[in-house]
């Protein structure tokens, strides 16, 4: 499989910033609970721009992405490497981009990601991404999950171990599993049941996200503008490279940038 490699660039990435308290309200029909804003997103992926702009088809590329950081306190530069290596279901849009915050912010639920799985309905996760009810984006929704369980993401000393404080090596896919079932006697519309990977559900539960105001992020054009909702930052764009005052196990400052989506060549 051919990649191709991009530097982007930007001021301390990650973050974390306080968060509210995640509400719900009640939809009248079957009963479902549908979070308001915030939303909530983990920080590693918005430390990197995992989608690209436009449309994702089968043969498309991997991408390596790489920044280099420099130890103010040692002057030692690290270089950290995230490769996206995408799926026959091609490679991962701002769509899917959409759909994973979604996925992310009904996670949490009532337990903060106390729970690796989290069940949900089609109409659930269309409410929380502002999506019309289709059956284009029922579709959309799947191509989403399929790309979402077989991307896989290879992370080079740049996914943040919020347990450890450290910066580790680790290779994995989001989802690790999808299920469905229904609908039945006790639930009128099928439920799907995705158990996220054993890394990214263990930075959930260990508070390595950042609260995303769910309504500005639909109001914003596509990506860039909604990655930069995502990560928190006020830019976009470059090389990365960054200092870090607390040494280069340190955890991203909440000032990030999260660099434009990526467009392969075609």
Known sequence: MTSKTYKTSS??????????R?????????????????????????????VLLGKGKP?????????EVRDSATGRVAVREVRIQPSNFGYPT?????????????????GNFAEKTVTFTRQQLLRVMGWTRSQKAYDRIQLGLDRWQT???????????????????????LIQKLHERGPDSDFPHP??????????????????IRSVDLEMYRSLTPTPSRCTCTSGSNSAAGIRRRDSA???????????????????GR
């Not at 309200?25 to 918005?46: F, H």
């Not at 043969?59 to 920044?67: L, P, S, T």
């Not at 701002?94 to 009532?110: A, K, Q």
């Not at 990977?197 to 390595?208: E, I, K, T």
């Open 22 to 50: 995640f509400a719900y309200m009640n939809d009248r029909k079957g009963g479902e609970l549908i979070p308001t804003t915030p939303g909530k997103y983990e920080l590693n992926l918005a430390e990197y721009p995992l």
């Open 11 to 20: 001021s301390d990435p990650g973050g974390g910033g306080r968060g509210w």
């Open 94 to 110: 701002e769509g899917d981009g959409d759909i994973l915050l979604g996925l992310v912010s009904l996670s949490r639920g009532g």
């Open 59 to 67: 043969g498309d590329e991997a991408n390596v992405i790489r920044e």
């Open 246 to 264: 607390g040494g280069s196990g340190s955890s991203p400052s909440a000032s990030s940038a999260c660099p434009p989506a990526i467009r392969i």
């Open 151 to 173: 991307t896989r993401l290879v992370f080079d000393g740049s996914w943040y171990d919020n347990h450890t404080k450290r910066y580790i090596n680790t290779k994995l896919v």
């Open 191 to 208: 439920r799907l049941t995705v158990t996220w990977s054993d890394d990214f559900a263990r930075s959930l539960s260990s508070g390595y």
